[in-house]
């Protein structure tokens, strides 16, 4: 079983619809989730972090987190083309990976004007 | 602040041959990484380290060779060159306490 997965693109929405992006992990104890964006040809970017049960939002993204059902999702209202990237979910690494930051397969969004 | 730095932008090599790609922050973070991303897939963990004179092998060490003699830098040792190690790699660092990791802009890196 994957430690990280997130739902299989490609996400196409239209231009100012809600994006929905979903990821669920295998450690219970993990404690740290991020949220990444890719844009085509560049490195990833830290956009959001989480650590306690509930929503963050920060601007047009909201990021929620559900420990007891180990599942992180980002929504990204009024999507505009410039959200148009791959979204990687990363979650904290515990035990033998407790050094590492361990990252999902990532999720490709297109944005449709 | 320049944050995560990587040299060169772009490196082809030939088979066989041998070379450095150099990564410095100047986040006086404890812990760097090194990734690699094949084309459309996820990233690879290659080595990592959590503070001078301490490295550790990721998920794909095989081919690589790492040092950290100072918390700044991290560089990556190509040794024998393989068209397997074609690929972007991509350096980035955190403190431990909070796991969220700055990227560097990656260097792209053809074997032929």
């Known amino acids: ?113 | 602040n320049a944050g995560v730095t990587q040299t060169p932008k772009f490196r082809i090599l030939k088979i066989g041959q041998s070379m450095t790609l150099q990564c410095t922050q100047d986040m006086n973070h404890n812990y760097m990484y090194w990734y690699r991303q094949d084309p459309g897939m996820g990233l690879k963990l290659i080595y990592y380290s959590v503070g001078a004179g301490i490295t550790d092998k990721g998920e794909v060490p095989n081919g690589y060779n790492v040092s950290r003699s100072t918390t700044e830098d991290f560089p990556l040792r190509l040794e024998l060159a393989a068209p397997s190690q074609t690929s972007v790699y991509f350096c980035a660092s955190s403190y431990h306490d909070s796991y969220e990791q700055y990227f560097g802009p990656g260097t792209r890196l053809t074997v032929t």
């Open chain 1, 1 to 113: 079983q994957k430690e990280v997965e997130q739902n299989s693109g490609p996400l196409s929405v239209p231009e100012g619809a809600i994006a929905s992006l979903n990821c669920t992990y295998s450690d219970r104890v993990s404690q740290s989730f991020f949220w990444y964006r890719q844009y085509s040809g560049k490195s990833p970017e830290l956009i959001m972090s989480i650590y306690s049960n509930g929503d963050k939002e920060d601007g047009r993204f909201t990021a929620q987190l559900n420990k007891a059902s180990q599942y992180v999702s980002l929504l990204i209202r009024d999507s505009q083309p410039s959200d148009s990237a791959t979204y990687l979910c990363a979650v904290n690494g515990v035990g033998a990976s407790y050094d590492k930051v361990i990252f999902g397969p990532g999720t490709s969004l297109s944005v449709i004007p």
